[in-house]
Nanobody, 127 residues
């Protein structure tokens, strides 16, 4: 079992930055693909960014490209999402997710592809 705990959310103004962290416990996530998702009010959960276990493969949703950066620190068993130039439409609950891809260096996009989820952290961006 893997437990994921997100942190770093908050209330900011448009144009500000935040860094979300996802700390994993229970086992090492060095062979796990990781993803950041978000759910805005009245909308379905959507992928924001995802990273393969080596970090060599990375995906960003078009809406966050050039503004968000996903990264991972294997030694700390932690994944990060640096969010710059935040917009009101980025307001959502942000979730971290993990799935063991073993020897395959895959990046995973779909919510159904992940086995473990955190409880989420709220990000609110005011205009």
């Amino acid at each position: 079992q893997v437990q994921l705990v997100e942190s770093g959310g908050g209330v900011v103004q448009a144009g500000d930055s935040l860094r979300l962290s996802c700390a994993a416990s229970g086992r090492a996530i060095d062979t796990y693909a990781m993803g950041w998702f978000r759910r805005a009010p009245g909308k379905e959960r959507e992928v924001v960014a995802a990273i393969s276990w080596t970090g060599n493969n990375i995906y960003y949703a078009d809406s966050v490209k050039s503004r968000f950066t996903i990264s991972r620190d294997i030694a700390k068993n932690t994944v990060y999402l640096q969010m710059n130039s935040l917009k009101p439409e980025d307001t959502a609950v942000y979730y971290c997710a993990a799935v063991d891809t073993g020897q395959f260096d895959y990046v995973m996009f779909g919510t159904y592809e992940y086995d473990y989820w955190g409880q989420g952290t709220q990000v609110t961006v005011s205009s």
